[in-house]
């Protein structure tokens, strides 16, 4: 069973530009979330899908950052523009269930 | 008081040691208690998860959930150099509602 899929894996960028990622959870998982992990920290829910709708985009920086999930599947979330805070991992994770989550690779961030 | 609390500090243990891990935590309401292992510059992947209170061993892996104390446990028995990673516990209220995440703790098992 191929695992959640992530692009890029990498990405510099300035402050102020933006900046997208990708993501295509397994098959079959309705559930989709974006976390931000920064070093040393846990990751930090930022938006969760239940197929096309969202489920809780609380702690979405809503100013900057936008997240959509495309017919139920891919998701991209996008941040514009870019602040030096904004350095992290963004990992993408999808569920049959709450408790089991499935993470992908995720995207180191860094903005300068 | 953060939801979620895990002592951050590194860990570094012989191999062959047995490895210990806690997180305690605020909200009653948690039912679904998990244990994610990350490895450098990898997305966490689910290792265990307990239902409510109780223990539950898997391998060399054993969690335990004491829901009174609001405390988790995990052990690693005879640690292996590629157990070294971080290890993060995260819970939830279950249905829709979110994982809260320990900011983990990094294991290094020296051979």
């Known amino acids: 069973e191929a695992g959640v899929a992530q692009s890029p894996r990498y990405k510099i960028i300035e402050k102020r530009q933006s900046v997208a990622f990708w993501c295509n959870p397994i098959?079959?998982?309705?559930?989709l979330y974006w976390y931000q992990q920064i070093l040393g920290q846990g990751p930090k829910l930022l938006i969760q899908f239940q197929n096309n709708g969202v489920v809780d985009d609380s702690q979405l920086p809503k100013d900057r950052f936008s997240a959509e999930r495309l017919k139920g599947v891919d998701s991209t979330l996008k941040i514009q523009p870019a602040k030096l805070e904004d350095s992290a991992v963004y990992l993408c994770a999808s569920s049959p269930r709450t408790y089991e989550q499935y993470f992908g690779p995720g995207t180191r961030l860094t903005v300068t | 008081q953060k939801e979620v609390e895990q002592d951050p500090g590194p860990l570094s243990v012989p191999e062959g040691a047995i490895v210990s891990l806690n997180c305690t935590y605020s909200?009653?309401?948690?039912?679904?208690f998990m244990w994610y292992r990350q490895y450098s510059r990898k997305g966490p992947e689910l290792l265990m998860y307990?239902?409510?209170?109780g223990n539950k061993e898997d391998g060399r892996f054993t969690a335990q959930v004491d829901k009174s104390s609001k405390y988790i446990s995990l052990f690693i028995r005879d640690s292996q150099p590629s157990d070294s990673a971080t290890y993060l516990c995260?819970?939830?209220?279950?249905?829709?509602?979110?994982?809260?995440f320990g900011k983990g703790n990094q294991v290094v098992v020296i051979p």
């Open positions: 098959s079959g998982h309705a559930t």
């Open positions: 307990t239902y409510s209170s």
């Open positions: 909200n009653s309401a948690f039912q679904y």
């Open positions: 995260a819970m939830s209220a279950g249905g829709n509602n979110r994982l809260a």
